[in-house]
């Protein structure tokens, strides 16, 4: 019961704000899990693991990551660019 106050608390006191990804994301898993529970749940490994390579992008390219870590970087630098 003091998990979810606790964190609400510290990230509104670093500044943290959901993206409008994730909002969007959570919007979809929801209305999939009121159609149903299967579809919920379908739903929410697809979007979370899809959700989950895009962040594994986003911060190997903020980074100076080498190995595995890193060419899954600049491919997703490719994809953006071109």
Avoid: C, N
């Avoid at 959901?18 to 149903?36: D, F």
């Amino acid at each position: 019961m003091a998990y979810l106050p606790l964190v609400w608390w510290f990230g509104g006191r670093i500044g943290f704000a959901w993206s409008r990804a994730v909002k969007v994301q959570a919007l979809s898993v929801e209305a999939a899990a009121r159609q149903s529970d299967l579809g919920g749940a379908a739903a929410g490994l697809v979007l979370g693991g899809a959700l989950g390579l895009w962040s594994l992008v986003q911060l190997a390219s903020r980074t100076t990551a080498g190995g595995k870590l890193g060419r899954i970087a600049t491919v997703g630098e490719r994809e953006k660019d071109g």
